[in-house]
């Protein structure tokens, strides 16, 4: 950890001394965030109770040449052996922003799918993302590909525009074109991954959105259909749209968001590039159909302090109901400062693809950033 601060710390002063004298390069920052999390989960033959350094990072970003921003950020808690491990690189871009109308991004970042799955860790309240964001948008999604925290590699254009009277803009839309296969790896099947949305703020704190995502997911290697053995690239297509919604008025929450999904998924989640997981192209029987929605409430108890909130989180895996995980959340969040949260929760869960599927979990965690 020491040595990590200390590069990142002469990497800033050997930049502010070039913006000194160049002037091309300014404003770097060095930001980061960790999250220390306790978790009890009482799921039959599956019960645990143990603290965790649930996340790590820090950041570096700045300007170039006015019109440019650019971020790089890198977590490292976990063990480096593996690719949803640490520590490793989540964001690695550059944006044009000359215009509020028109943004151009490039590099590895979020999906512009949802309005949750781009929300910082910290700031979205839960204990985790919703289902629906986690398996479908790109976290430890359905697909089978590894955790990639919502992210991967890509072009970007985004934009806001339809000022009102008051200056407040009307309109937004993002699209992009991506690899398709998560963080920090080249495209295998040569085949692009299209994503964007748009969502309209018709009065202050609202927004209403949809977004589509059209691509697919790939990987080299063997597997076995009803034709014999076979062995080469096998690319899954992904068809999938969301409605999301939104509202944030004197400090409380709303918002609820469905994601429906159409496409395979490889039967075994990718873990590491150099064993068998990632030439394994067996397909899961889940099926081709999936589908998620979420909704919650965070309302203050003392303002901007202390917050209670609810949530109703839903997962079907298939097509169906047979295997639904639906969790049914309640906590509180406390705010010693901005940059200080301590969160904690209670959740009760049924998931119908277990033996045995209601069984609760509490959670707290507390979070601080710099």
Request: net charge positive.
């Amino acid at each position: 950890m020491r040595r990590i601060l200390a590069i990142a710390a002469m990497a800033i002063s050997m930049l502010n001394a070039q913006a000194q004298s160049t002037k091309w390069i300014n404003n770097v920052k060095l930001s980061g965030y960790g999250m220390v999390q306790y978790q009890y989960t009482g799921r039959e033959n599956a019960k645990s109770n143990s603290f965790n350094l649930r996340m790590a990072r820090i950041a570096l970003d700045g300007r170039i040449l006015k019109d440019w921003y650019w971020k790089a950020q890198i977590q490292f808690n976990g063990n480096t052996s593996t690719l949803g491990s640490s520590p490793r690189v989540v964001d690695l871009f550059a944006e044009w922003q000359k215009y509020d109308f028109f943004r151009v991004k490039i590099g590895q970042f979020k999906n512009p799918f949802t309005f949750e799955n781009p929300m910082h860790p910290i700031e979205q309240g839960f204990m985790s993302y919703s289902q629906a964001v986690l398996k479908l948008a790109g976290f430890n999604d359905r697909t089978g590909e590894h955790a990639s925290n919502g992210r991967d590699i890509g072009l970007q254009i985004q934009g806001d525009f339809l000022k009102n009277s008051v200056g407040r803009n009307l309109l937004h839309y993002q699209a992009g074109v991506f690899n398709g296969q998560g963080t920090n790896v080249k495209d295998i099947d040569q085949q692009k991954n299209l994503i964007g949305g748009i969502w309209v703020m018709p009065v202050s704190g609202m927004r209403l959105g949809c977004f589509g995502w059209i691509g697919s997911y790939a990987r080299k290697g063997k597997w076995t259909s009803e034709n014999g053995d076979h062995s080469g690239v096998r690319s899954l297509q992904q068809r999938r749209y969301a409605f999301s919604a939104e509202y944030l008025k004197n400090d409380w929450t709303i918002r609820s968001e469905y994601i429906h999904s159409t496409g395979g998924a490889f039967a075994k989640t990718l873990v590491n590039t150099n064993d068998a997981t990632a030439s394994d192209c067996s397909l899961s029987t889940n099926g081709d159909q999936s589908q998620a929605v979420y909704a919650l409430v965070i309302a203050p108890i003392i303002k901007e302090k202390l917050h209670a909130k609810v949530r109703y989180d839903m997962y079907q895996p298939s097509d169906g109901a047979k295997k639904q995980r639906t969790q049914y959340e309640v906590g509180l969040n406390y705010h010693f400062s901005k940059n200080l949260v301590l969160t904690s929760e209670y959740a009760y869960v049924n998931d119908r693809s277990l033996a045995k599927p209601n069984y609760s979990m509490i959670d707290m965690q507390l979070s601080y950033r710099f």
